[in-house]
């Protein structure tokens, strides 16, 4: 049974996909619409969210879609919607941004629809549903990310029974490893690095994202005895074996991503917990960043 905030909200995520691939519908009018030239920001995971949607936008024809950390939002350039996703409502650098747009409408995604960033935003989509009590972000990054999904007309049914899949696969033995490196293709890349950002916070630990393509560009040189590779998404020809034959574990997994996405939160809390930490409170960490 989930002893942590966090592996509870893991384990709930099933449902949460479902409950926001059905709210998709009913907002639909204050979400981008086809031929948009829209940007995508957010802070931390919910910047990685942000790459792997926009990502997902293009690719399924809806219009040409940016993603920037907060920090990075290139002002000159001219959009016809942003999107901002923040769970808190809070973030110093999304509040900003929102309060700076001038004239460009903008919806925020968020858990906390009584917050800074709703009072700035023209749009907002509640997601209450999937808040956490966890510093770490597990549920309300993968529920943004369905319902986006789900906006742009995917069936999320077979993507939610491999979540329930996920829930189930062991973990345990991939934690006597010294190193991470996780890779992605496309809409994964934001996956990639959002595994390696949850594997840092959580257990304090090395972990690292590359595209996939690009990690046979030097980042392989790190891969030997005792570390992993981890891929999600579609594995370049010849990858799995260039990395057996420098000793590293490779790992992937025939899942939807977004739900091999939750393995790698599992690992992620089954390895703090491992070393003896709280995956819950992470250190220097707060649920939300605002600067002074």
């Known amino acids: 049974m989930p002893t942590t905030h966090v592996a ?24 981008p619409r086809e031929g948009e030239r829209v940007a995508v920001v957010g802070c931390g995971t919910s910047w990685f969210v942000a790459m792997a949607y926009a990502a997902l936008r293009e690719r399924s024809g809806h219009g040409e879609t940016d993603a920037f950390a907060g920090s990075e939002f290139p002002t000159g350039r001219r959009y016809d919607r942003v999107v901002a996703i923040s769970r808190s409502g809070t973030t110093t650098e999304v509040v900003d941004l929102l309060a700076a747009l001038d004239g460009t409408p903008a919806t925020l995604l968020t858990a906390v629809e009584d917050s800074p960033a709703a009072d700035a935003a023209d749009q907002v989509v509640g997601m209450p549903f999937a808040d956490e009590e966890s510093v770490v972000q597990t549920r309300f990054a ?23 899949a996920a829930l189930e696969l062991e973990v345990d033995g991939l934690l006597d490893v010294d190193q991470c490196t996780f ?4 809409w994964t890349v934001g996956l990639a690095s959002e595994a390696a950002l949850k ?24 891969a030997q ?68």
């Open 199 to 222: 594997t840092r916070e959580a257990a304090q630990f090395w972990a690292e994202s590359y595209p996939a393509m690009d990690y046979r560009h030097g980042p392989v040189s790190i």
């Open 183 to 186: 890779l992605g293709r496309g």
């Open 225 to 292: 005895p005792g570390r992993l590779v981890w891929a999600f998404g579609e594995v370049p020809d010849g990858l799995a074996d260039e990395v057996a034959s420098t000793g590293a574990r490779f790992v992937h997994h025939d899942l939807d991503p977004m739900a091999a996405l939750v393995v790698a939160q599992r690992f992620a809390v089954a390895l703090a917990e491992r070393r003896g930490l709280d995956p819950d409170h992470p250190r220097s960490l707060t649920r939300s960043v605002v600067l002074g």
């Open 142 to 164: 993968t529920s943004a990310l369905a319902l986006l999904r789900a906006h742009l007309g995917e069936d999320l049914a077979a993507a939610t029974e491999d979540c329930r």
């Open 8 to 31: 509870t909200e893991i384990a709930s995520q099933p449902d949460c996909w479902t409950e926001a691939a059905t709210l998709a519908g009913t907002v639909a009018h204050r979400l």
